[in-house]
């Protein structure tokens, strides 16, 4: 009998933004919302096990079949840690999966730093992060 080794090869062909804003999710979302004209909605929270405990994020999407493109807001934080641990200062994370051309990802930064309630916002690489797992959903 032979034997088969199968390989999983994990898809991060997404982009990433990281939002620092001290206010509620469903305030960003809605901020996000008039900004982008998109439109995120209130979703089950997103769960994931991690060092023996469940840990739960607030999650808001726009899953938009006419651009083809789809949009995620998750909370960075939680009562039990963060989602990205090496991104301790970021409290928000804004997943864009679709084509997305370079110049629209400059002018998607541009337009949410432009929100009055973030006080900045930038691109993450998925690759160099250590918890990049966390992000498959």
Same mark, same amino acid.
């Given at each position: ?5 199968? *390989?999983?090869?994990? @898809?991060? @062909? ?10 509620? @999710? ?14 995120? *909605? ?10 023996? *405990? ?8 726009? *899953? ?30 804004? &997943? ?12 998607? &930064? ?28």
């Amino acid at each position: 009998m032979s034997k088969f080794n199968l *390989e999983l090869e994990e @898809d991060f @062909d997404f982009f990433l933004v990281g939002i620092c804003s001290h206010i509620k @999710d469903y305030r960003l979302s809605w901020e996000l919302n008039q900004a982008l004209d998109i439109t995120l *909605e209130k979703a089950a929270d997103l769960e994931i096990m991690a060092q023996g *405990e469940c840990k739960s994020f607030s999650f808001n999407q726009d *899953e938009d079949e006419s651009r083809a493109t789809d949009y995620y807001l998750i909370s960075n934080k939680s009562a039990h840690g963060y989602l990205l641990a090496e991104e301790k200062k970021c409290d928000f994370l804004l &997943i864009v999966k679709g084509f997305i051309s370079e110049e629209e990802e400059k002018s998607l &930064i541009k337009t949410i730093n432009q929100s009055k309630n973030v006080l900045t916002s930038y691109v993450i690489e998925v690759d160099n992060l250590k918890s990049k797992h966390n992000l498959i959903f």
